[in-house]
């Protein structure tokens, strides 16, 4: 997804530097319900309210960019057209640890269905280019390794199924595995190009004797669907 540049320099980051103190009418309030009824009480403004110190502020990028899921998927660029720069960070970094620990999570269970694959790449919905990727498990459906095959825009060839199978062929003691990828966009609907190389990639495994399971494509859940696609699911393997 194209990043949105903004030339001009805010006057909330003019007036915030780094040092800038956090906001002393907002911020007691909101920790002091923190403390009394824990962060299953607070709204997603007071949780940005307390990384960013600021109310005004909070309510301003949540305005900017339209939601807090939207801010989620932000670079760190366009961030700092409202925070100081550690403040920017600090904003960047939380995102990626909540995804991460759902991550690390779903990664001690059993591979056994999409979803536990989805679960265990949702930081790949935070992702603003396409990366193709290969979860290893062994015999019993657990998680070996995960690695990351390409970055950038997928296609045929760059997505090639020599280097596929060449990672899964190096792990001696890799049973069978799981090719994903995600759709920056959010929706997780396979294009032509997807369903071409998830065939060919299913022939050759058949060919070489090795254990493909499915192909799961990571978008965000939208209304009442789901934010992954399976090819398993779908029929195509």
Avoid: W
């Avoid at 305005?63 to 904003?91: C, D, M, N, T, Y």
């Avoid at 056994?112 to 062994?138: G, H, T, W």
């Avoid at 199978?165 to 001696?172: D, E, L």
């Avoid at 990639?201 to 499915?214: F, K």
């Amino acid at each position: 997804m194209a990043q949105h540049i903004f030339p001009f320099e805010s006057e909330l980051q003019n007036n915030f530097p780094d040092a800038a103190p956090s906001s002393p009418s907002l911020s007691p309030r909101v920790s002091e319900k923190l403390a009394l009824y824990g962060s299953s009480a607070l709204s997603g403004l007071e949780h940005l309210t307390l990384l960013v110190g600021n109310e005004e502020i909070a309510s301003t990028l949540i305005r900017h960019f339209g939601s807090i899921k939207a801010l989620s998927r932000a670079s760190l660029q366009q961030i700092r057209q409202f925070l100081p720069l550690r403040k920017a960070e600090a904003v960047v970094a939380a995102f990626s640890v909540s995804m991460i620990a759902e991550s690390e999570h779903a990664r001690s269970e059993l591979f056994d269905n999409p979803e536990s694959v989805y679960k265990a790449c949702a930081d790949m919905k935070l992702f603003n280019q396409e990366v193709l990727r290969i979860v290893l498990l062994d015999a019993k459906r657990r998680l070996i390794s995960i690695v990351d095959i390409t970055k950038g825009t997928l296609n045929e060839s760059l997505a090639h199924p020599r280097e596929i199978f060449r990672a899964v062929i190096s792990s001696n003691s890799a049973y069978a595995f799981v090719l994903v990828h995600n759709h920056p966009s959010g929706d997780p609907a396979p294009s032509e190009c997807d369903i071409r190389l998830t065939r060919r990639l299913a022939e050759g495994a058949n060919l070489l004797q090795i254990n493909m399971l499915d192909h799961v494509i990571i978008g965000r859940p939208r209304n009442s669907q789901q934010g992954y696609f399976s090819f398993k699911e779908a029929g195509v393997l």
